[in-house]
């Protein structure tokens, strides 16, 4: 028997099954079975197919003619079996009788060449084979390819493979890293250490876990999807630590798993084209099992045949064998017998899909066997996924889930912070701030490093625009800790940290965008004796501070406020028996109602910044124990109330700056125990003489007004060391001021002055002297006088302070 040289392997076939080898593990136990199936069925194809090429399709010989049966017409022509020729009864021998009962039927000759039997075989298979059998290889191979196609559809279509490789793809780096190991065993309460020696005790491991770092050394085991084991045995103590790149890998994935789930959850295509292919191979599953039922009966061994080809071959009906009758029909049997399984497989898989809800997906086993409460049940296709894969096996879901906790999250972030962040590399940020304390500053980190509770040094903490800020018990370490400041930065505080925060903390600094955004502990923090906030706020405080809140503070001496009051909170108010210093920068908002500051009377400092105030506060005059008060950025234009400041006799500095001043009254004089005056910025043009009576002024500032002429009654301020009318339109400067010897800082600049006098070098304590912007033409020599004066401190133009002599120019160049 010849074979084909151009038969089709069915090796070929194997393309409308191969799909990538990761997508097995979307691919459940009935999927498999099916498959294996339609290989059967296709090995039933092929082979039908190929006997088809390989083997003749029908044999036929010619049925042998009774003469008693001929028609009278035909009973004239005989014909002679043996020999296969026409003869008539004249042709006959003579001596014979005529008598049909004379003729001798000898063998079963047809007499029939080689290219009529093969013509008589193609006209019987085309004409008198039933279509079935002559098809049925072919119909059983379509049928397969229709079940495989159905099959993997959705592997190869653009619009849902895309989601299935990006879903493997982040599950297979989600199962490997080896911050799902550390994840896994830090929930489950014991550290990878313990987990060592108890794996070293326990035989009853089933099987490696694929895709696990060092499988060969990791054992889990693998049931059921309810008696998955709560903790993953782990035997290397090498997954306590992750490197940073692991560390940067993991936090990768933690984002590509966010960006994944917003895009599968927003529909459920897999799952639809999941459930239309399962019932396109359903419907076709009945169609096949109807048809074939009742056709295979159709499937003989022996046809008859009757076609009209007598004058080509001398016969009409034909007995035919159709070889391979008997073997397709036993293979039709097999045939059905699979197609039957294959759809009750199919028929399951319809119950399993529209039994279940497979459009939600819920971690509550994982939550409860890993302990990590906050991962978050999915939906759509991202949950039919997760359904698919729990066919496969359970431990892909467990580990796929580390990644969808924002807790896991966090601490994986905590982890790659605290590995970038060093105590080495803290120590290097250190540096003293304002106050005079040694302040480590962080700004827009991920996180808070833990290692920054081993500075035991640390005295002041500086965390800006950082999110998810946790406060641990380790801050207890930090022994010398008294300043913490906030700034926009969302905390969550443990509770031996709290405990020791109230004990220890003397300032603290809030920065905010929502007074919601305020830390509720802080109004637990007994020890505070400064609290600074900077934020919105409602017009009414007190719906955001409760009335007991800041009257835990029992130790509040300092309150800073800066915000969009309307009025002064109650809440401030309860604070008057221990608070002394209240300061309120209010970014243009109108501040009304102030009589509640009477009982505010132990209060030595008040500002009203930027307060939009038109007066001064009456309230103001019953503090009897104010020392500081600045009401810089008001609006205030007149000042004639001052004089009852008279009340206040310990009020020693007063700050009108920035405001719409036109003058000064002259009951100012009654101000006697002033010593810093500051009304620079204003529009002030005379300076009243009765303002220097205030003789024990240290500090006076006038800069930056409309003032022309200086009274030379300021000569009487003896006490004055700070002299300032920077930004006016003074032409001249009285003698008298050189009086004041105790000057060291003296800033004239900006003004009309032309001649700077010889006298100057009475003012041998002055260390800071402005002259930029006169119309000096020199400097005197006596300048030389001022032995603490120094170049930085002397500002001039370089043109003027090289008039100078020599010796001077080096005596001040010399530090």
Request: with cysteine; aromatic share 8%; proline share 4%.
């Amino acid at each position: 028997m010849l074979v084909p040289r151009n038969m089709i392997p069915v090796t070929e076939f194997k393309q409308f099954t191969d799909h990538q080898p990761a997508f097995r593990v979307l691919k459940p136990w009935w999927d498999v079975f099916t498959d294996y199936i339609a290989i059967a069925m296709l090995m039933i194809g092929v082979f039908g197919c190929t006997l088809q090429v390989m083997q003749d399709k029908i044999i036929c010989l010619p049925k042998r003619i009774s003469p008693h049966n001929l028609h009278p017409v035909q009973n004239q022509t005989l014909v002679n079996i043996t020999s296969g020729q026409f003869v008539t009864p004249a042709m006959l021998p003579l001596s014979r009788p005529t008598s049909r009962a004379t003729i001798e039927m000898k063998g079963l000759k047809t007499n029939l060449d080689l290219q009529q039997y093969s013509f008589i075989n193609q006209m019987c298979y085309e004409r008198a084979l039933h279509w079935y059998a002559k098809y049925f290889p072919y119909l059983v191979l379509i049928h397969t390819l229709i079940f495989m196609l159905c099959s993997n559809f959705w592997f190869k279509f653009p619009g849902s493979s895309s989601k299935i490789e990006h879903f493997i793809s982040i599950l297979g780096k989600c199962f490997d890293s080896l911050w799902t190991t550390r994840a896994l065993s830090e929930v489950s309460g014991e550290n990878p250490e313990e987990k060592d020696h108890k794996s070293s005790q326990k035989s009853h491991q089933v099987r490696v876990a694929p895709g696990l770092p060092n499988a060969e050394s990791n054992l889990v085991k693998t049931q059921s999807l309810r008696s998955i084991p709560e903790k993953i045995v782990v035997e290397k103590p090498t997954v306590s630590a992750l490197d940073k790149k692991e560390g940067e890998q993991a936090k990768a994935l933690f984002e590509k798993v966010k960006k994944f789930r917003l895009h599968v959850e927003e529909g459920d295509l897999l799952y639809s084209m999941y459930v239309r292919q399962t019932i396109i191979k359903v419907i076709k599953f009945v169609f096949i099992i109807a048809y074939n039922s009742i056709l295979v009966s159709k499937v003989n061994f022996t046809v008859d045949c009757e076609v009209n080809i007598q004058e080509m071959t001398g016969y009409c009906k034909f007995s035919c064998n159709h070889t391979m009758a008997h073997l397709f029909s036993k293979l039709s049997i097999c045939y059905l017998c699979f197609v039957s399984v294959y759809g009750l497989t199919c028929l399951y898989t319809l119950y399993w899909l529209f039994y279940r809800s497979l459009k939600e997906y819920s971690f509550e086993y994982v939550r409860q066997e890993t302990g990590i409460d906050d991962i978050p049940d999915v939906k759509n296709d991202f949950a039919f996924m997760l359904h698919l894969i729990d066919q496969y096996d359970p431990l892909y879901s467990k580990r796929f889930a580390v990644f969808l906790s924002e807790v896991s999250e966090n601490k994986l972030k905590q982890l790659n912070l605290n590995n970038e962040w060093t105590p080495d590399k803290l120590r290097q940020r250190l540096q003293m701030n304002a106050q005079n304390r040694l302040e480590l500053q962080l700004f827009m980190l991920s996180g808070l490093p833990d290692t920054v509770f081993e500075l035991t040094e640390l005295q002041s903490l500086k965390l800006e625009i950082i999110n998810n800020v946790t406060i641990p018990a380790t801050i207890v370490q930090l022994v010398d800790l008294q300043e913490l400041s906030l700034h926009q930065c969302s905390v969550k505080i443990h509770n031996a940290a709290l405990a020791f925060l109230k004990e220890n903390l003397k300032v603290l600094r809030v920065k905010f965008d929502d007074a919601r955004e305020l830390p509720h502990w802080m109004y637990g923090l007994k020890s505070l004796e400064e609290l600074h906030l900077q934020g919105s706020l409602s017009p009414d405080l007190s719906k955001n501070i409760t009335l007991e809140s800041l009257r835990e503070l029992k130790s509040l001496k300092v309150l800073c406020i800066k915000s969009n009051l309307s009025k002064i909170p109650p809440t401030i108010v309860e604070t008057s028996s221990h608070l002394q210093t209240l300061r309120i920068q209010n970014d243009g908002t109108k501040l009304v109602m102030l009589n509640s500051l009477k009982k505010m009377v132990n209060l030595t400092e008040l500002e009203l910044i930027h307060c939009d105030l038109e007066r001064i506060p009456h309230a103001v005059f019953s503090l009897i124990n104010l020392q500081d008060l600045d009401l810089k950025e008001n609006n205030l234009k007149s000042v004639e109330e001052i004089i009852s400041f008279q009340h206040c006799r310990k009020l020693t500095c007063l700050k009108m700056w920035h405001n719409s001043i036109t003058h000064i009254p002259e009951h100012i004089k009654k101000l006697s125990s002033l010593e810093r005056l500051y009304f620079n910025h204003n529009k002030i043009e005379v300076l009243p003489s009765h303002l220097f009576l205030c003789n024990k002024l240290r500090s006076l500032d006038l800069g930056y007004n409309d003032i022309r002429f200086i009274p030379p009654e300021i000569g009487v301020l003896q006490s004055l060391q700070d002299f300032t009318i920077t930004g006016n339109k003074v032409e001249s400067l009285p003698d008298e001021l050189y009086f004041c010897k105790k000057l060291k800082t003296l800033r004239i600049g900006k003004n009309n002055l032309s001649v700077l006098s010889p006298k100057i070098g009475n003012l041998t304590h002055l260390t800071v002297l402005e002259l930029k912007g006169n119309h000096f033409e020199g400097l005197p020599a006596e300048l030389g006088a001022c032995r603490a004066l120094k170049r930085s401190g002397l500002l001039v133009e370089d043109a003027l302070f090289d008039v100078l002599p020599s010796d001077i120019r080096e005596q001040m160049k010399t530090e």
